[in-house]
C-alpha cells in the first residue's frame, strides 16, 4: 500500500520568516506526481504545489517551493515570508502508481504568530 | 463556472437513517472522487470513479455505495447511518489521472446521533 508520512503534527512560525513542512513517501515508481493541498479553516482544499518526479528542478509557486529528494522520497515545502493567511492544515499527497486515486498524510497545522 | 459544488453543507441523521450526498462539476472532469475526513487521520478514499458509469472502491468503502450515473455527478449514499459515519466528507473530480491534480468541493459536514 502507499504510504504518505508527515512527521510533525504541528508547527509555528513568526510572521515574515520562513518554515519547512516535512513529507516522506515509498513508491516503486519512477514517474510520479506529488502534491501540496492547504486547508484553511474555511475547509476548503487548495491546491498549492504539484511537482513531477522526472523533473529535476524543485517546482516553486510565489512564496511556496519544494526540497524535492528522489532518492530520499523526500517532499518537503517551504514557505517563505510567512503571512498570516498560511496558517492552515497542510496535506502532502501522492497518487501511487497510474491512475491511483491522491493517498493523503496525516496533515501539519501550521500557525503563523504575528 | 462553479468548479465541485455539493449538497447538502451540513447534515445531521439519526442512527439508521439514510441519505445521499451529492457532488457535481462542471469542469467536464472524466475522474471523480469521494473522501471522508476525521481529526488526525487526514483523508481517506471512500470510492471512486474514472468515468461515466463506472465505480470502484477505495481504503474505507464500508458502508456506502456510489452511483455515477451522469459524467457531471458522483452520488454518494448512505443506506443506514451509524455513528461512526459521523465525518467531514469531500467530493473531488481530475481531468484525467490524479496526475493532473484533484479539485475539491467546499466539504458536508455529517453528524450521526
Known amino acids: 500500500a502507499q504510504t504518505v508520512t508527515q512527521s510533525q503534527p504541528e508547527m509555528s512560525v513568526q510572521e515574515a520568516e520562513t518554515v519547512t513542512l516535512s513529507c516522506t513517501y515509498d513508491?516503486?515508481?519512477?514517474?510520479?506526481?506529488l502534491f501540496w493541498y492547504k486547508q484553511p479553516p474555511s475547509r476548503q482544499m487548495i491546491l498549492v504545489i504539484r511537482?513531477?518526479?522526472?523533473?529535476?528542478q524543485n517546482a516553486t509557486e510565489n512564496r511556496f517551493s519544494v526540497n524535492f529528494q528522489k532518492a530520499a522520497k523526500s517532499f518537503s515545502l517551504k514557505i517563505s515570508d510567512s503571512q498570516l493567511g498560511d496558517a492552515a492544515m497542510y496535506f502532502c499527497a501522492y497518487p501511487g502508481s497510474g491512475n491511483t486515486p491522491l493517498v493523503f498524510g496525516k496533515g501539519t497545522r501550521l500557525s503563523v504568530i504575528a | 463556472n462553479a468548479g465541485v459544488t455539493q449538497t447538502p453543507k451540513f447534515r445531521v441523521l439519526k442512527t439508521g437513517q439514510s441519505m445521499t450526498l451529492l457532488c457535481a462539476q462542471d469542469?467536464?472532469?472524466?475522474?471523480m472522487y469521494w473522501y471522508r475526513q476525521d481529526p488526525g487521520m487526514g483523508l481517506r478514499l471512500i470510492h471512486y470513479s474514472v468515468g461515466e458509469g463506472t465505480t470502484a472502491k477505495g481504503e474505507v468503502p464500508d458502508g456506502y455505495n456510489v452511483s455515477r450515473l451522469k459524467k457531471q455527478n458522483f452520488l454518494l449514499g448512505l443506506e443506514s447511518a451509524a455513528p461512526s459515519q459521523t465525518s467531514v466528507y469531500f467530493c473531488?473530480?481530475?481531468?484525467?489521472?490524479?496526475?493532473?491534480?484533484?479539485?475539491f468541493g467546499p466539504g458536508t459536514r455529517l453528524t450521526v446521533t
Open positions: 469542469m467536464n472532469h472524466e475522474y
Open positions: 513508491t516503486s515508481e519512477s514517474d510520479y506526481y
Open positions: 473531488a473530480s481530475s481531468l484525467g489521472s490524479p496526475g493532473f491534480g484533484q479539485y
Open positions: 511537482q513531477e518526479a522526472y523533473k529535476q
